[in-house]
């Protein structure tokens, strides 16, 4: 899913929703590091002091934004399960390459969901979210082994998965595998790897 802000007339009562999106906009164009307070209110169409109502910062804002794509992950998730029944392998392919594939389309947003900066790692609220995307996954991977999301099979094996997804999101989108002269079949690399960290016994 590409991130992208529309600007609306603004109404009372939606101004931080329309700052995290503008917000969200200017990450995905410029980069995390490029983007100020000020940006952001221009962006939104209001005051540079309006954004100081909702955020003490530029830090606060970045996680506002961080922690609503990563619930857009999320739900991306839990709605590709819906689509295969319980514990079915190809509906763990699919989470995996729409994983990589919001990565690849995404790539400065994605970066700044996982930078963990210190601000991040202060925000409650993101978090008890970052976790909930991975619960759905030991979820998905426990039915698919027969045993419960927090038994040890379950959570190794998915964190063996999460591993190489988002490891193979970073070498896509930082380009390491063009650096090496390495071309990157995916379609084919996901479901092969999948099926073997969660088909071999010795895993």
């Given at each position: 899913?590409?991130?992208?802000?529309k600007?609306?007339t603004?109404?009372?009562?939606?101004?931080?929703?329309e700052?995290?999106?503008a917000t969200?906009?200017?990450?995905?164009e410029?980069?995390?590091?490029a983007?100020s307070?000020?940006?952001?209110?221009?962006?939104?169409?209001?005051?540079?002091?309006?954004?100081?109502k909702?955020f003490r910062?530029?830090?606060?804002?970045l996680t506002?934004?961080a922690?609503?794509?990563?619930?857009?992950?999320?739900?991306?998730?839990?709605?590709i399960?819906?689509g295969y029944?319980e514990?079915?392998?190809?509906?763990?392919?699919?989470?995996?390459?729409?994983?990589?594939?919001y990565?690849?389309?995404?790539?400065?947003?994605?970066?700044?969901?996982?930078?963990?900066?210190?601000?991040?790692a202060?925000?409650?609220?993101?978090?008890?979210?970052?976790p909930?995307g991975?619960?759905?996954?030991?979820?998905?991977?426990?039915?698919?082994?027969g045993c419960?999301?927090d038994?040890?099979r379950?959570v190794?094996r998915?964190?063996?998965?999460?591993s190489?997804?988002h490891g193979?999101?970073?070498?896509?989108i930082?380009?390491?595998s063009?650096?090496?002269g390495?071309?990157?079949?995916?379609?084919?690399i996901?479901?092969?790897?999948v099926r073997?960290?969660?088909?071999?016994?010795s895993?």
């Open positions: 899913m590409t991130c992208v802000f600007r609306t603004h109404h009372h009562g939606d101004l931080k929703a700052l995290i999106s969200r906009a200017l990450v995905a410029h980069g995390a590091d983007v307070i000020n940006q952001a209110a221009r962006q939104a169409g209001v005051s540079t002091a309006a954004p100081y909702h910062d530029r830090d606060a804002l506002a934004v922690f609503d794509c990563l619930g857009d992950m999320q739900d991306q998730t839990v709605a399960l819906s029944s514990g079915d392998l190809d509906g763990i392919i699919a989470i995996s390459r729409n994983y990589i594939s990565a690849t389309q995404n790539p400065n947003v994605f970066k700044l969901m996982f930078s963990m900066t210190r601000s991040h202060k925000d409650e609220e993101l978090m008890e979210r970052a909930e991975f619960r759905v996954v030991r979820e998905a991977v426990g039915a698919f082994l419960p999301a038994d040890k379950a190794d998915s964190f063996m998965l999460w190489f997804v193979l999101s970073f070498i896509i930082d380009e390491k063009d650096n090496v390495q071309f990157l079949d995916v379609e084919t996901v479901p092969a790897a073997s960290l969660l088909l071999d016994p895993a």
